[in-house]
Nanobody, 121 residues
Framework: QVQLVASGGGLVQAGGSLRPSCAAS????????MGWLCQAPGKVREFVAA?????IYADAVKGRFTITRDSAKSTMYLQMNSLKPEDTAVYYC?????????????????WGQGTQVTVSS
């Protein structure tokens, strides 16, 4: 059984930083694509970033967020800098069995429970 546990969200002022993490267990993820997607109230879940060997990013977060992974620990991170109020959302980590990096929500097979990120102005 695959399990993803996200943590590290929180409340921060605009311009601040957070570093959510996602711990994976249940199988070997070193070759799979891992990603972060977010969902704000009243909106659909949107792609934020994904990584296999290197990261890809949504335009809204390029230059501010960095996705990394530690395969030895089966853990993924999202360094979030220069946060804005519009970044406020629940952030979900996800894994796809595909080895092709994807931005499509429907391509992700396993999901964590989400971690709340709130940015105050």
């Amino acid at each position: 059984q695959v399990q993803l546990v996200a943590s590290g969200g929180g409340l921060v002022q605009a311009g601040g930083s957070l570093r959510p993490s996602c711990a994976a267990s249940g199988r070997t993820f070193s070759n799979y694509v891992m990603g972060w997607l977010c969902q704000a109230p009243g909106k659909v879940r949107e792609f934020v970033a994904a990584i296999r060997w290197s990261g890809i990013y949504a335009d809204a977060v390029k230059g501010r967020f960095t996705i990394t992974r530690d395969s030895a620990k089966s853990t993924m991170y999202l360094q979030m800098n220069s946060l804005k109020p519009e970044d406020t959302a629940v952030y979900y980590c996800a894994v796809t069995r595909s080895v092709v990096v994807t931005i499509r929500r429907s391509d992700y097979d396993y999901w964590g429970q989400g971690t709340q990120v709130t940015v105050s102005s």
